[in-house]
């Protein structure tokens, strides 16, 4: 490819820069939703798109595919030379969907599985797609296992985000998170507030996120459409594309998609917490 000048150099590098995120938070917090549907709102912009989900519950995707996907794990245990069709599938607005997978509750390590999938995709060139923009890791949080870190750790992705509300151990867990970025070295893009309803939510996390040194990127308001496309296994992007609701996701997906300011997170040791959070309760 040749540039006719330093400006359309700089041009082809920008448009063709991928982005690789990991987007972390507590089980339970809406981080599978807000992944979908950034996933699809990015899809909707006319972006190419991969949605790698690696919590073991297998559900990151299920609103994107339409219904559950067989894991990468399940795979292995029943085709003896996987291909790439066998584990990437195509979803809404044509996103790349894949399921890391785990084992049965109770039995073996889940981290593991992170570890099995993202060896698999790079062993069959999942990633040397040049026409993605966007790779997106749906990384559950809470859990203590080397194989959950396994997306910053490998150099899978290169930024990180934590979906958070203002409640207690969701903030809690998005600070223990924020210990682990900071061991790794890696990159925080900021805190997504996905709002519980509960009082003074977002400055208390907005407040949090200054303490730690980053900030919002976005947040996300509480809707029952959100539920009521999930019923249906759809994002809110494709059942709702003209609700206030979907307005939102799209400005945090272009939010992040745009961002370019990132930090080394400075997490709170558990008494700094504890003091922080007792102090909204005085409010």
């Not at 990151?60 to 292995?76: A, D, E, M, S, Y």
């Not at 080397?146 to 899978?156: D, Q, R, S, T, W």
């Amino acid at each position: 490819m040749r540039f006719n000048s330093c400006f359309d150099w700089l041009f082809g590098v920008l448009m063709v820069k991928q982005k690789k995120i990991a987007i972390y938070g507590k089980g339970g917090i809406g981080k599978s939703t807000t992944v979908a549907n950034i996933a699809a709102s990015f899809s909707q912009n006319h972006k190419n798109v991969m949605v790698i989900g690696c919590d073991p519950k297998a559900d990151t995707t299920r609103t994107l595919f339409g219904k559950r996907l067989p894991t990468i794990l399940n795979t292995i245990k029943n085709t003896k030379n996987p291909r790439l069709g066998d584990i990437v599938f195509g979803g809404f607005g044509d996103v790349l969907c894949v399921e890391s997978g785990g084992p049965e509750p109770g039995v073996g390590c889940a981290g593991r599985g992170v570890i099995v999938a993202m060896k698999l995709l790079e062993k069959l060139g999942a990633f040397e797609d040049d026409n993605l923009d966007v790779i997106l890791y749906d990384v559950l949080g809470d859990v203590v296992c080397g194989g959950f870190a396994v997306p910053l750790k490998e150099n899978y992705a290169d930024e990180v985000f934590i979906v958070t509300s203002g409640e207690y151990m969701s903030l809690y867990a998005a600070n223990n998170i924020s210990k682990g970025i900071k061991k790794l070295k890696g990159n925080l893009g900021g805190i997504i507030c996905n709002c519980k309803g509960i009082e003074n939510e977002q400055i208390i996390v907005e407040s949090f996120a200054k303490r730690i040194g980053t900030n919002v990127i976005g947040t996300i308001p509480r809707d029952e459409l959100v539920q009521k496309s999930e019923i249906e296994a759809k994002t809110l992007i494709e059942k709702y594309p003209d609700s206030n609701q979907a307005k939102k996701y799209e400005k945090l997906a272009k939010n992040i998609f745009e961002n370019n300011s990132y930090s080394i997170p400075n997490p709170m040791d558990d008494d700094e917490f504890e003091e922080f959070f007792i102090n909204f309760s005085k409010i």
